[in-house]
């Protein structure tokens, strides 16, 4: 099946960089946000990352016209009427999700794959939220979207071979390498990588060293771009916490289980670079 069209819900910071790729590859994309005052940042926030790209030389002013041309923003679901694909970056909430899947299922041409970018949702309850399972899976993208090169390809026991082949393909057109996984908790990457960042959160609460020697000590010793706090001031604590504790009630095992210092920072509302506090300060966010 083509591709063409694509809806994608949600343009915070995982939705606008799904947004980006997806029109820069030559889709045409529609997002969809919750009010007209998020449909405007969303579309002010990719011009300024297109024009940011165009004043580094990296991307053609042509190009840049041309891909601001092929995106439009709308708050309403009903719009997505002739997509071809539909890919939900909403806030991770599952109840919502199965929601907005059951409506997209009766808004959608029947051919459509609606897909889900959630890090850590139960894809086959989305699955059967609609009349479609065979054409629902996830599509988890990494942050930064524009720079990360991964796609986690995500099958339910009821997806289809036929879906799982043109998301494949979709997602290579946008320039990601895609690998496979089954809908288990936190699929590939974030099966390894929560754990680990929530025992950095430990090793720190417990004083064995201080943030910006356990991030060198991660970034220098073992050749990673970015130290565990960096990287969960990128992620975002409340994000990062939310898939600990859907890890948690999965698996029932400790290493999962959200760190007291992490629980406090995002009641704190210190939620990383987003929030301009996290492990780290941010001036000017
Ligand atoms: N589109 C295209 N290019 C962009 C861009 C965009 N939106 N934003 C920035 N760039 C370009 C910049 O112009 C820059 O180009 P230049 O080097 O020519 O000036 C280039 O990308 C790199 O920018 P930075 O200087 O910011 O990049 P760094 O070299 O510091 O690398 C990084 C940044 C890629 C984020 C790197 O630090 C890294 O890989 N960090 C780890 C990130 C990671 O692990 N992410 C996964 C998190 S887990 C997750 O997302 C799962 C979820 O479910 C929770």
């Not at 890090?119 to 899976?137: E, H, I, K, Y």
């Not at 720190?204 to 565990?228: F, N, Q, S, V």
């Amino acid at each position: 099946m083509a591709i063409k069209n694509v809806g994608v819900i949600g343009c915070g910071l995982m939705g606008s960089g799904i947004v980006q790729v997806a029109a820069q590859a030559g889709f045409d994309v529609l997002f969809v946000e919750a009010d007209d005052a998020l449909v405007t940042r969303g579309l002010e926030r990719l011009r300024q990352t297109l024009e940011g790209l165009v004043a580094k030389g990296k991307l053609e002013a042509k190009a840049k016209d041309e891909t601001l041309g092929r995106i439009a923003g709308t708050t309403r679901l009903e719009e997505l009427k002739a997509s071809d694909l539909v890919v939900e970056a909403m806030t991770e909430n599952q109840v919502l999700k199965n929601e907005t899947f059951a409506k997209l299922d009766r808004i959608c041409p029947p051919h459509a794959i609606l897909a889900s970018n959630t890090s850590s949702c139960n894809v086959t309850a989305m699955a059967a939220a609609t009349r479609r399972p065979g054409q629902v899976l996830g599509v988890h993208f990494f942050n930064p979207v524009p720079l990360m090169k991964l796609v986690e390809v995500v099958r339910t026991i009821l997806t289809d071979e036929a879906a799982v082949k043109t998301v494949t393909e979709w997602a290579r057109a946008v320039g990601k390498t895609p690998v496979q996984a089954k809908d288990s908790t936190a699929f590939i990457v974030n099966r390894l990588l929560v754990p680990y960042l929530l025992d950095a959160i430990r090793v720190y609460e417990g004083g064995l060293a201080t943030l910006e020697d356990i991030d060198a000590a991660m970034k220098l010793g073992c050749g990673h771009p970015m130290g565990p706090f960096t990287l969960l001031d990128l992620v975002g604590l409340d994000t990062t916490m939310y898939v600990a504790e859907v890890m948690f009630e999965e698996f029932r095992e400790p290493r999962y289980a959200p760190p007291p210092l992490l629980k406090r920072m995002v009641l704190a509302g210190h939620l990383g670079r987003k929030t301009g506090r996290g492990f780290y300060r941010y001036e000017g966010t």
